[in-house]
């Protein structure tokens, strides 16, 4: 079992920055890929970001330049750091983990981003 603790989220204006904290527990961690999705009112969940346990990342068009994935196997845990914030930033951020060897996934509880114009 895994249990994945977000934080960092909150209130900021726009072109601000945060950095949002995922830890994990369990012995997965190292093996496992990493990721943060984010899910605005009224829409869908979508990835943001993706960290292999390699360190090789993705991040979906509206975010690059700006946000940076990082992950810390030692701590078992991954950051995601967002700078130049812009209001559709909004939303509450997911922490996943998906250990890629084992058929389930896991998910945080989420953290609210919210980004003032």
């Known amino acids: 079992q895994v249990q994945l603790v977000e934080s960092g989220g909150g209130l900021v204006q726009a072109g601000g920055s945060l950095r949002l904290s995922c830890a994990a527990s369990g012995s997965i961690f190292s093996i496992s890929t990493m990721a943060w999705y984010r899910q605005a009112p009224g829409k869908q969940r979508e990835l943001v970001a993706q960290?292999?346990?390699?360190?090789?990342?993705y991040y979906t068009d509206s975010v690059k330049g700006r946000f940076t994935i990082s992950r810390d196997n030692a701590k078992n845990t991954v950051f995601l750091q967002m700078n130049t914030l812009k209001p559709e930033d909004t939303g509450v951020y997911y922490c996943y983990c998906d250990p890629t060897v084992l058929s389930v996934k896991y998910w945080g509880q989420g953290t609210q981003v919210t980004v003032s114009s």
């Open positions: 960290i292999t346990r390699t360190g090789n990342s």
